[in-house]
């Protein structure tokens, strides 16, 4: 809950559980402590502004994103989703440790506002057609070796996952369409934290 599209997805969320028949409970996230308070078993970091995000998250009031970057390295099959700026994140923690999810990416990677578009997206994740919505998005430069593509936009990879963690360079909460959400609260079936 740092900066960024954060209420769409737990709209998203809600509803696909809804659909899955799953009884969820959404934690909203701004500090260190509000994470280790819930320890929850799926993590999604939105989009919006990367530079802003780690302002206020590696921030003293916070402490926010060194502490989730630790749950993820200490939880590795715990399901991860970053959408935009959120995948920036996943690539670049830039906390010392490794990457979260292993890809190479490029801010702004369309250019400015005036080059953000929606256009149809194709994934086996979800197994077909998506509305990808492109906002002033990143674009991946190179696919680390622990990285599959999962996400295609006109033969360009734009979804990438490191076991159940994926990367996604559009904002799948704005689209209307939860088979992201869904795919995310599947693989979290099973897991413990
Ligand atoms: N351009 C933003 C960044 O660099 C990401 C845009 C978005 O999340 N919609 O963080």
Request: with cysteine; charged share 20%; glycine share 10%.
């Amino acid at each position: 809950m740092l900066q960024g599209a954060r209420h769409a997805h737990i709209n998203a969320l809600n509803s696909a559980a809804n659909e899955l028949e799953m009884e969820i409970k959404v934690f909203e996230l701004r500090k260190d402590t509000d994470l280790l308070e819930s320890d929850p078993h799926v993590i999604i970091l939105p989009g919006g502004e990367s530079t802003t995000m780690r302002l206020i998250g590696n921030g003293t009031n916070s402490q926010l994103l060194p502490e989730l970057f630790k749950w993820m390295r200490n939880n590795p099959n715990n399901p991860v989703m970053g959408t935009c700026a959120g995948a920036i994140l996943l690539s670049d923690p830039q906390d010392g440790g490794g990457k979260i999810v292993d890809v190479q990416v490029n801010r702004n990677g369309y250019g400015g506002q005036s080059e953000s578009f929606q256009s149809i997206v194709n994934s086996d994740l979800i197994d077909g057609e998506f509305l990808g919505v492109f906002i002033r998005a990143p674009r991946f430069s190179s696919i680390g070796p622990k990285s599959i593509p999962v996400v295609s936009h006109d033969g360009e990879i734009v979804g990438v996952r490191t076991n159940n963690r994926i990367a996604l360079t559009f904002h799948p909460e704005l689209s209307n369409d939860n088979s992201f959400h869904k795919w995310l609260l599947s693989k979290a079936l099973g897991v413990s934290s």
